[in-house]
């Protein structure tokens, strides 16, 4: 007989998410995924303003700002035909590749690296030892054995507190860590260095888009005003600045943060678990040209399917039967009463309806409505999206920088290109497409700069910008994007100048969902089926899987009573 085991919440994600999994023979035979809390923002869009959009979507999330902002603009865009310009185009690839490298950095150093490194095993570690590791895998200039002892030390007064913050409630000394003293020791100072790190990394987004979090988009380009002769514009000064943060990115991604990702993964590449269906999903990003020349990106779009990495398959995000959403298993429910079988975003609806168990409750009923997530499928078929996505599409494209970057790095663990469908596969897949995005930054910034300097400071065509030139008949648009934590789209229809329905399909959407109405799990469900957890006590391996694909839930419950227009905010956990 299977023992169910409960973790509830999944710390270190964004947003609240339950997992249960049932322990047979001490291997997981069967995995709940249940999203607790509820969004809803696609209600409150209703009758706005297409324009103001972005600035709700925002909203939606409180690490994915920027992402909604620019996956909403470009919804809109593609409804009322809107081509923005060059410039534009270019601000927007540079304030997603920060995101990306920012966000990709924090979740190696902050949220998925002490599934893998034991912070009070520190304590145990030789300075000089550390200090020789570290200058054998890179030439970072702190790396003295008086520095690594300083860290230590403060490891150890916090240790020896009793308080240990952000670090209490930690398995420290669970056997599934394999790491020396030596090198857990290196990665808890780098812990520490990457928080000071990034706090001057998203400057970035401060003088772009004007604040961070929730940066500043407007529909037809951006409200970043440049002017190099100006105190009031973005000016020369400001451009170098952000040309001085990106180089320090670079040096700290492929100086730190990948010296690491190699090292720590070394130990742990046998270690398998956590494939899901082998089903990836990407949009595609960073367009060179038109949003709409899906030839000019990047990140190229496809599928694959059963990881048969040998043809990518086309993805139309305007096809009804390729993208849909079901609800049998989820906390909401169709107006005419339907609630079986898909429907695509652009007929989607979001009627929220608890049905679960009464608060509180000791276990989910999984036969019955289990999530406030969806399920999107792809032609029915359940599908993982993120870095490990992308990388592989990329790399099962023949895109150079993928290929490049996937067999240098499998010839150093000396592993198959068949270990990255694990969880250790997504966490080294987030650190390749740092050090690919760390470069596109770079060779953004050249390019804007040297547009700028040809006497182009444009970033918003305003031709459009009047409600009066926009169609007299319904219009409909789709807006997707490549976020972090993979793809990410909005559908719209806009009648008579306002948002008449609005559905957003986020990447943890994907990657949480639950079973729809032909039994198909999600990949988390399907990633920590099989999986031997040690302890059920100290459920290490459960966190480890679900940890690589960066989870990204409501932060908050946000309801708004549509008769008394009473909005209530109801903070979980």
Not at 1 to 9: F, K, L, N, T
Not at 182 to 209: C, M, P, R, S
Not at 393 to 415: H, M, P
Not at 431 to 438: P, R
């Amino acid at each position: 007989m299977a023992d169910r085991i409960v973790v509830d919440p999944i710390a270190r994600i964004e947003g609240h998410l339950r997992v249960e999994a049932e322990i047979k023979d001490g291997k997981i035979a069967e995995a709940y995924s249940s999203g607790t809390s509820v969004r809803g923002i696609e209600l409150i869009l209703e009758g706005r303003d297409p324009r103001d959009v972005w600035a709700f979507t925002q909203r939606i999330c409180g690490v994915c700002t920027t992402t909604h902002a620019l996956c909403s603009v470009r919804t809109v865009e593609d409804a009322l035909d809107i081509k923005i310009p060059k410039n534009a185009n270019l601000i927007r690839n540079i304030m997603n590749a920060a995101q990306f490298v920012q966000d990709h950095t924090v979740h190696f150093y902050h949220l998925h690296a002490l599934d893998w490194v034991d912070v009070v095993s520190a304590l145990d570690a030789d300075p000089n030892e550390t200090s020789k590791i570290a200058q054998s895998i890179s030439d970072w200039p702190n790396s003295s054995p008086g520095y690594f002892k300083e860290v230590q030390n403060k490891v150890k007064r916090v240790v020896e507190s009793g308080q240990l913050g952000i670090f209490a409630n930690g398995y420290w000394g669970h056997p599934a860590y394999k790491l020396p003293p030596e090198v857990n020791l290196l990665a808890v100072a780098h812990y520490l260095e990457a928080l000071d790190w990034q706090k001057e990394f998203v400057k970035i987004h401060t003088i772009l888009g004007g604040k961070n979090p929730h940066p500043h988009y407007v529909v037809g380009g951006m409200a970043t005003p440049i002017d190099i002769n100006s105190d009031n514009g973005v000016h020369a000064e400001r451009l170098m600045h952000i040309s001085k943060i990106i180089d320090q990115a670079r040096e700290f991604v492929n100086k730190v943060y990948i010296p690491d990702l190699l090292a720590i993964g070394s130990y742990y590449k046998d270690w398998l678990h956590g494939d899901s269906q082998k089903n990836y999903l990407v949009y595609g990003d960073f367009p060179t040209g038109d949003i709409r020349d899906v030839d000019s990106y990047r990140v190229p779009r496809g599928i694959i399917l059963n990881g048969d990495l040998s043809k990518v398959h086309p993805l139309d995000l305007e096809d009804t039967n390729q993208i849909q959403e079901f609800i049998d298993r989820s906390y909401y429910v169709y107006k005419d009463g339907k609630d079986a079988g898909g429907r695509h975003p652009y007929e989607g609806e979001t009627n929220l309806k608890y049905s679960g168990p009464k608060i509180p409750y000791t276990q989910l009923d999984v036969s019955k409505k289990y999530s406030w997530v969806k399920a999107p499928r792809w032609k029915h078929k359940p599908m993982e999206t993120g870095p490990l996505a992308r990388v592989l599409v990329g790399y099962a494209s023949g895109r150079k920088e993928y290929v490049e970057a996937v067999n240098d790095t499998l010839q150093k663990l000396d592993i198959p290109v068949d270990a990255l469908h694990s969880a250790v596969g997504r966490m080294i897949a987030r650190g390749l497409e740092t050090k690919i995005m760390a470069e596109w930054l770079r060779q953004d910034m050249d390019e804007l700069l040297a547009n700028i300097k040809n006497g182009d400071q444009t970033t918003f065509d305003r031709s459009k910008w009047d409600p009066s030139t926009w169609p007299k008949k319904p219009a409909s648009g789709v807006g997707w994007m490549e976020a972090p934590r993979g793809s990410l789209g909005h559908w719209t229809q806009i009648v008579d100048g306002k948002i008449h329905n609005y559905q957003a399909v986020v990447p943890t959407t994907w990657n949480a969902s639950p079973a729809d109405n032909d039994g198909n799990i999600g990949p988390y469900e399907a990633a920590l089926k099989g999986t031997p957890v040690h302890d059920p006590k100290k459920p290490l391996e459960i966190l480890r899987i679900i940890h690589s694909y960066d989870p990204c839930l409501s932060c908050a419950v946000h309801l708004t009573d549509l008769e008394n227009q009473e909005s209530t905010k109801i903070m979980l956990g």
